[in-house]
């Protein structure tokens, strides 16, 4: 089982849609949790941190499960600059940092 | 401010031979990262550095190998090229150490032939 696993998409939806994305992790002991963007042919930029309690940042929405071990990323009113990938990624502390991304979920929102 | 700075940008390099590639993170961050990524894939983390100790490594052959340096940059030398080696090499630096979000370099794209 991967470390990290994410629903590679495509998804494609109008704009000012609701887009949600899910992201599980296999392994509880994992720490910190953020969301990255990867437009095509660049480098992935940090979108937000996700915490246990939730955090919002204009449109876009994190959400960490402990429990469940997922983490989610809505995206409220699309647009169409928010079409790129989008990756989770899960740090985990064992014998040293494991920084684990998922394949990244493709979204493209259509005008 | 600068961002972080990968050297080379491309890169070809022939089956059998050793490859460095260079990174210089944001001027103040302490804690440097490596990663592969091939097309189509998200990146697979190589090693993690912070104040210049190892602190993370990745599911990588010992061909791969990395150092951080006393001014925080970094370099990771890959032995032995296999073809299986060609992909896109990213580094990333983070303020708050282990714990933090990265940011990255625009990588070192890397051919083997």
């Known amino acids: 089982r991967k470390e990290v696993e994410q629903d590679p998409g495509p998804f494609n939806v109008p704009e000012g849609a609701t887009v949600a994305f899910n992201c599980t992790y296999s392994n509880s002991a994992s720490q910190s949790f953020f969301w990255y963007r990867q437009d095509c042919r660049k480098e992935p930029k940090l979108l937000m941190s996700v915490y246990s309690s939730g955090n919002e940042d204009g449109r876009f929405t994190a959400q960490l499960n402990r429990a469940s071990q997922y983490i989610s990323l809505l995206i409220r009113d699309s647009k169409l600059s928010d079409s790129a990938t989008y990756l989770c990624v899960v740090n985990m502390f064992s014998t040293g940092n494991q920084f684990y991304f998922g394949t990244g979920t493709s979204l493209t929102v259509i005008p | 401010d600068a961002g972080v700075t990968q050297s080379p940008t491309h890169l070809i390099k022939t089956r059998g031979q050793q490859v460095t590639l260079r990174c210089s993170p944001i001027?103040?961050?302490?804690?440097v990262s490596w990663y592969q990524q091939v097309l189509g894939q998200g990146p697979q983390f190589i090693f993690q550095?912070?104040?210049?100790?190892?602190?993370g490594r990745g599911n990588f052959p010992d061909r791969f190998s990395a150092r951080q340096f006393p001014n925080y940059s970094s370099e990771l030398n890959v032995n032995a090229l296999l073809l299986g080696d060609s992909a896109l090499y990213l580094c990333a630096s983070s303020l708050q150490g282990p714990q933090g979000g990265y940011t990255f370099g625009s990588g070192t794209r890397l051919t083997v032939v």
């Open positions: 550095y912070y104040e210049k100790e190892e602190r």
């Open positions: 001027s103040g961050h302490k804690s």
